[in-house]
């Protein structure tokens, strides 16, 4: 591997396709602006990054964006989608 790993954590999957990061997490049904969970939710956000992480280890193609799903989040949501022009 050359260079520095990244890896995006994304709540908005079909813009970050388009833009194929290196690797990339979706956790499914996460809100902008809480993209590792809900404040307070230490567990919850220290399983997001270590899933994230565990990425730079797996053989990810550029723009497939893995998709993980987090019960202990709660209330899911439905990202906006991408308008075709």
Not at 9 to 31: C, D
Not at 51 to 70: C, F, H, I, M
Request: glycine share 8%.
């Amino acid at each position: 591997m050359r260079g520095i790993p990244t890896v995006l954590i994304t709540v908005s999957p079909e813009v970050s396709a388009q833009m194929r990061p290196p690797r990339a997490l979706y956790p499914k049904g996460f809100k902008i602006g809480n993209s590792l969970g809900r404040p307070g939710m230490r567990a919850l956000q220290r399983q997001v990054l270590t899933d994230a992480l565990a990425l730079l280890s797996e053989n990810t193609r550029p723009g497939q964006v893995v998709t993980r799903e987090y019960a202990d989040y709660g209330e899911q949501y439905d990202p906006p989608s991408v308008k075709a022009k």
